[in-house]
Nanobody, 123 residues
């Protein structure tokens, strides 16, 4: 079992930055692909970013590419999401996830989930 706990959410203004972190316990993350998803009120959960278990390849939702960066630190058993130039449409609850997959974009391919952290971006 892997337990994931997100932190770093908050209320910011458009154009600001936030860094989300996700800490794991129970198992080391170094054999897992890691991802961030988000869910806005009334919408389905959507893929935001992923990094493969080797840490060499990253994947992004088109609308966040160039603004968000995903990174992992297997020594600290964490995954982070650096979010720059935030926009009101980025407002959502952000979840980190861990799994072993070759298709990173589907939430069905992740076995472990955190409880989420709220990000609110005001205009």
């Amino acid at each position: 079992q892997v337990q994931l706990v997100e932190s770093g959410g908050g209320l910011v203004q458009a154009g600001d930055s936030l860094r989300l972190s996700c800490a794991a316990s129970g198992r080391t993350l170094n054999t897992y692909d890691l991802a961030w998803f988000r869910q806005a009120p009334g919408k389905e959960r959507e893929f935001v970013a992923a990094i493969n278990y080797k840490g060499g390849t990253t994947y992004f939702l088109v609308s966040v590419k160039g603004r968000f960066t995903i990174s992992r630190d297997d020594a600290k058993n964490t995954v982070s999401l650096q979010m720059n130039n935030l926009k009101p449409e980025d407002t959502a609850v952000y979840y980190c996830a861990a799994g072993r997959t070759t298709y990173y974009y589907s939430s069905r391919n992740y076995d472990y989930w955190g409880q989420g952290t709220q990000v609110t971006v005001s205009s």
